[in-house]
């Protein structure tokens, strides 16, 4: 990640984390600013990119905060769930760190959402204080795949289609463990107690029932609260 640090202005190596970590964003670190842990997507197996922080930065203007982009271990080296437990410890030690729960947002894409949210679920079940929202972007949170969207919006490829790419990098993320464990699939978890949630959704992308299925759970645990998850479900212009 230290080629990408030195390619932003307002990028700088974060310190005092369990991971390597990038801060992104121009805003004073002091108890007023928000901040935005961001759980990069790169199917279990990829490092942080140059677009991840891109989004980053982006982030970090529009909220006039600063957002915090960590490495996690990657399979097939690092299977499930040990990057469920690197970014509970991020987030254990932005609050360690003098940060209030109530400054910090956790924002995932694809599967980096997952991870994020698995996080959410390990912390809520240690009394961990939980942050004030979650945002997550066409989160994978069912490695069964099991929705109709990933027969219905499936891409072929050149040698394989998009879903069986995504087969093969779960079972090196897995390497044996049950899909739908509850932290492997959060969409099979109990997501009762969670902070207010946000959902983009991509109507062609072939995660969209993963992101459907999110949203029935978080909802159906919510405190009859509306305002406790919204999810919005975009069309693509063509």
């Not at 905060?65 to 490495?71: F, I, N, S, T």
Request: aromatic share 6%; proline share 8%.
């Amino acid at each position: 990640m230290d080629q990408s640090v030195e390619a932003g202005e307002n990028r700088r190596k974060a310190e005092g984390f369990p991971r390597p970590a990038v801060w992104c964003g121009e805003a004073p670190e002091d108890e007023a600013s928000p901040v935005i842990l961001y759980v990069y997507g790169g199917t279990f197996a990829m490092n942080c990119g140059p677009m991840h922080l891109v989004v980053a930065d982006t982030v970090a203007r529009h909220a006039r905060g600063r957002v915090l982009v960590p490495e996690y271990r990657l399979a097939p080296e690092h299977p499930f769930p040990l990057a469920i437990e690197d970014i509970a410890a991020v987030y254990r030690a932005l609050l360690a760190q003098g940060i209030p729960s109530a400054k910090i947002v956790v924002m995932g894409d694809t599967a980096g959402a997952g991870i994020a949210l698995a996080a959410l679920m390990v912390l809520r079940d240690e009394g961990a204080p939980l942050p004030s929202g979650f945002v997550a972007l066409c989160p994978w949170a069912d490695l069964t795949m099991s929705g109709g969207s990933y027969v219905e919006n499936i891409r072929p490829g050149r040698f394989a289609s998009d879903v069986e790419v995504l087969a093969m990098l779960t079972l090196d993320y897995l390497q044996g463990a049950d899909p739908r464990h509850p932290l492997a699939s959060p969409v099979f978890g109990d997501i009762s107690g969670l902070p207010e949630t946000l959902i983009h959704a991509d109507a062609d992308d072939i995660l969209l029932d993963d992101d459907d299925d999110t949203d029935f759970e978080i909802d159906a645990d919510a405190d009859d609260d509306d305002d406790d998850l919204t999810l919005d479900d975009e069309e693509d212009e063509k």
